[in-house]
């Protein structure tokens, strides 16, 4: 039972899509939990991306072409859990905030928490603080990102935390930042709950968060 | 679309001379020889040369246009050099560029301690590994002097060092006839026979005039040995501006190039068709240290110049870069290591040594080896040149991609990273955060790591039992004949 577990994470971490589609159905005719697959099959996979990727071992292409092979055993589970009413790793709400149009960084970071098994909601770009606001009341997510690019639109992230204060739900959530002009000291000082300098760190303190 | 006539890539290249420039120095050169002319210190070769048609007068032996002509006329276009396992791993041709280290340096950097220190026959072989294991290494040269052993016997044991710890072509010295008889020896245990040696032939020798105007005996000795035997020599003289050579670069080049003929000559008129690699060394004689530069960007100019007089003789040819005067593997080392490196792509040297000296060619550095292997695969990935095809040209992706989205997730960034994009194996790109928390280190720390894991990890292939027989004996036969 275990070794189709290990050969949809192999398949995984190859980026072989369709194999690991495949995969994840078989496992599942096998009788296998919708859960059980997604943690032992397509997360364990991921951890060993991201794990080899922090070593420096994988490149960002690899990455991705990996975070794609989750998606596509994703796809095959996402009714069931649905259904069944089972939690992912959970919702995640990012977006680059107002002023700011720059989304490249704030991709990646989507994309990598996807692949570890998150939900995101992606709001875009020069997103305005009742724009955040809304997305927590309807999502309810665990973790809410913020990206800025420029030292001039970094400022709108504490302008966003200032007013999911005021509406309420502040604390219902936890709040990152990152971005190049960023800082830990910047996050501490704005009332972030946490800050990650690159992608992969992103991940595993959003993790973290969530738990 | 149906399939179109591909566009052909652009590599970047360098001309230091114009035609005219190239025939200027050309007839300069032939006015030193039939004017000025040379001395030669070995009966044999003066000998050789007058009966040719060359004639003596004053002390010097002039040596008319003719037997330049007839010499370039049989000398072969291309050398091919094989590996000592007996594979083409390095056609001297022009147009193509191979690197490798330098021979004889009296110091070395220990790669463990750090320390100065002379060189041993054990250093020899440890840097023959390092640059076996190295990819964008070509050949091998001795980089040390062996001082444990008598200095009569340091070029055999140099030379065995570098045959035990490298598969590679190697380009080697020596000191007079006995070293190159008992290193002819080895080699042709090496390659099965004198024959085979010939067919594939896997080192070459260097030898050398000394500038300005004169053959030493035991240099032309050598010179004959590799014809007589038809190994493929090179015999740079060193025409160090305000030194062996004029102050003014042109002066240096058109001197340079007529000793280097005259071993061009002397081996042709020995064997015809003798593999002759054309070139010399121009340093700057330092006019404040008074030591000979090889950082100078005087190198750098006229490697690319007497490169161009290579083309107009249709020879491949001989330079030197990846080397540099200061006595650290530091920015200085970069900087000088760099430029040369660069010259010597873009001008099509066809064989480079002296990678990883330091300290203006008097050390050698485990550290300057593996940086300058990084250099090489840097500057080639530039004169490589822009691909413009269909593939490349992206219409499709730039089409579809979202205005500020980017195109890091694009299947063309997917399918395509790997060739498209160069990547580091040395140069660090890391994270600030990343860089400090893996102990915050320096390029030259770097390289001390990566040569020392290349010697832990990297294997060679032994030489097979027969040879060492051969090996032992040749030794042996040194002590009992002191």
């Known amino acids: ?211 | 679309m149906t399939e179109q006539i591909p566009i052909e890539t652009m590599h970047p290249s360098v001309r230091m001379l114009s035609d005219e420039q190239v025939e200027a120095i050309h007839r300069t050169s032939l006015d030193i020889l039939s004017r000025t002319g040379i001395v030669v210190k070995h009966e044999g070769a003066r000998r050789l040369l007058l009966e040719a048609g060359a004639w003596e007068s004053d002390g010097r032996i002039k040596i008319p246009e003719r037997l330049v002509t007839e010499a370039l006329a049989s000398a072969p276009s291309r050398i091919p050099m094989y590996n000592r396992l007996g594979e083409l791993t390095m056609p001297l041709e022009l147009g193509k560029v191979f690197f490798g280290t330098g021979s004889d340096c009296i110091f070395t950097i220990d790669v463990e301690t750090g320390e100065r220190r002379r060189t041993t026959t054990e250093d020899v072989e440890r840097i023959a590994r390092l640059s076996d294991g190295l990819d964008q290494i070509d050949f091998v040269m001795s980089m040390g002097h062996p001082s444990e052993v008598p200095p009569e016997d340091a070029y055999l044991y140099g030379f065995v060092g570098m045959l035990r710890g490298s598969t590679k072509p190697i380009v080697y010295t020596a000191s007079d006839r006995r070293d190159m008889e008992d290193i002819y020896e080895i080699a042709c245990a090496v390659a099965g026979g004198e024959e085979a040696l010939r067919e594939r032939p896997f080192l070459l020798h260097y030898a050398e005039p000394i500038s300005p105007l004169l053959l030493p005996p035991e240099s032309v000795d050598k010179l004959l040995f590799c014809a007589e035997k038809e190994i493929p020599v090179t015999y740079p003289p060193s025409p160090n501006t305000g030194g062996g050579g004029p102050i003014t670069m042109a002066g240096a080049l058109a001197l340079g190039n007529a000793e280097s003929l005259v071993g061009l000559v002397l081996t042709q008129l020995v064997r015809p068709g003798t593999p002759f690699l054309y070139g010399m060394n121009i340093a700057a004689l330092d006019m404040k240290s008074a030591i000979v530069s090889y950082g100078a960007p005087e190198w750098a100019t006229t490697m690319p110049a007497w490169t161009d007089l290579a083309r107009f003789y249709g020879l491949p040819v001989w330079g030197a870069a990846g080397a540099t005067d200061s006595k650290v593997v530091d920015a200085q080392a970069g900087i000088e290591a760099t430029v040369s490196i660069m010259m010597a792509f873009l001008s099509r040297c066809t064989l480079v040594h002296d990678v990883g000296y330091i300290e203006y060619g008097t050390t050698s550095s485990m550290e300057m080896v593996v940086i300058a292997d990084e250099i090489i695969r840097d500057v080639r990935h530039i004169v490589g040149g822009v691909e413009v095809s269909e593939r490349t040209l992206a219409r499709e992706p730039i089409h579809r991609a979202r205005p500020g989205g980017g195109f890091l997730a694009d299947d063309h960034t997917l399918k395509n990273w790997r060739w498209a994009q160069w990547r580091p194996l040395l140069l660090d790109r890391m994270r600030y955060g990343e860089w400090v928390e893996k102990g915050g280190k320096d390029m030259t720390t770097r390289a001390n790591e990566r040569a020392r894991q290349i010697l832990a990890e990297h294997e060679v292939e032994p030489l097979p039992e027969d040879v060492e027989k051969v090996v032992r004996r040749v030794l042996e036969r040194r002590k009992r004949n002191k």
């Open chain 1, 1 to 211: 039972m275990a070794d189709i577990l290990q050969e949809i994470a192999t398949n995984l971490y190859d980026g072989e899509d369709e194999k690991v589609a495949q995969l994840v159905q078989k496992a599942l005719d096998e009788g296998m939990s919708p859960q059980e697959v997604l943690n032992d099959g397509l997360i364990a996979g991921m951890d060993v991306v991201g794990r080899d990727f922090k070593a420096g071992d994988l490149f960002v292409p690899e990455v991705l072409i990996a975070a794609r092979a989750m998606q596509a055993g994703m796809d095959v589970l996402r009714p069931l859990l649905a259904q069944g009413n089972v939690p992912t790793v959970g919702k995640y709400v990012i977006g680059t905030v107002q002023g700011d149009l720059h989304d490249i960084g704030k991709n990646l970071v989507k994309m990598m928490l996807e692949g570890a098994g998150f939900e995101v909601i992606d709001l875009g770009v020069d997103v305005e603080p009742g724009v955040f606001i809304e997305a927590v009341r309807e999502h309810q997510p665990k973790v809410v990102g913020m990206s800025a690019l420029l030292t001039t639109t970094m400022v709108n992230m504490k302008a966003t935390i200032e007013a999911l204060e005021d509406a309420g739900v502040r604390d219902s959530v936890k709040i990152m930042v990152g971005g190049a002009p960023v800082t830990a000291a910047f996050a501490e000082e704005i009332g972030a709950d946490a800050y990650a300098p690159d992608a992969p760190t992103a991940v595993e303190i959003a993790r973290q968060l969530a738990e």
